[in-house]
């Protein structure tokens, strides 16, 4: 009965390879987020999407790129992975009219 | 430049003190004000602060936002080794922008 679920919880790869991060909600949201946690523990936002549409999408390199096939769903792909892409990936959901945001476990990637 | 600023940046105390948790922020027209406590995990809600001056209660927890002055306040009251974690503030408007965390040790 998990509602925001993220899969890998961790991801250790190399340098230069693609991988991709998937996030499923059962909370019946319209609106899906992916935030960034450095090593300083701070949370910053990447991408939004609303019913699918995406409608924030913070200054990140263009390698990454989230894909939404559903409202329930909300993936991050990211290509040519770097030594900074190393950090904590949080995928959230929430309604847009109280825009009251439940995290998923996080994941947490190690590039090496 | 940093719209949501956390204080102190972490904290140490004994079981049984109490702590006061600063958010300050310089965003002047917003929704609500959160508070989140994350441990190993995911953050987890604590409060969601919308009107100056009236306080949220939740057991040891307590907070309150001060919308003149730009700033809330987390209080935890007879601390607890459980309550350790990063306390994070995030300000809502058209997103949600998060402070720093304030890193909370609570040592028996």
């Known amino acids: 009965d998990t509602a925001v679920s993220q899969t890998p919880k961790y991801l250790v790869t190399q340098m230069g390879n693609d991988k991709s991060i998937k996030c499923e909600q059962n909370?019946?949201?319209?609106?899906m987020y992916w935030y960034k946690q450095d090593s300083k523990k701070f949370l910053k936002i990447m991408f939004s999407y609303n019913n699918k549409e995406l409608i924030i999408n913070e200054t990140v390199p263009n390698r990454f790129s989230p894909k939404s096939p559903d409202k329930a769903h909300l993936n991050l792909h990211i290509n040519s992975l770097e030594l900074g892409d190393s950090a904590v990936y949080f995928c959230?959901?929430?309604?847009?009219?109280?825009?009251?945001?439940?995290f998923g476990p996080g994941t947490r990637l190690l590039v090496l | 430049e940093d719209k949501v600023v956390q204080s102190p940046l972490s904290l140490v105390v004994h079981e049984g003190d109490t702590v006061t948790l600063n958010c300050s922020y310089e965003v002047t027209n917003f929704r609500s004000l959160l508070w989140y406590k994350q441990e190993k995990k995911a953050p987890t809600f604590l409060f969601m602060l919308?009107?100056?001056?009236i306080e949220k209660k939740s057991g040891r927890l307590s907070s309150i936002l001060d919308k003149k002055e730009l700033f809330s306040i987390l209080n935890i009251t007879a601390t607890q080794t459980g309550d350790s974690a990063v306390y994070l503030c995030a300000i809502m408007d058209s997103k949600l922008t998060f402070g720093k965390g304030i890193t909370l040790s609570v040592r028996p």
């Open positions: 919308t009107s100056s001056g």
């Open positions: 909370l019946g949201h319209d609106t």
């Open positions: 959230a959901s929430s309604h847009q009219r109280t825009n009251l945001k439940y």
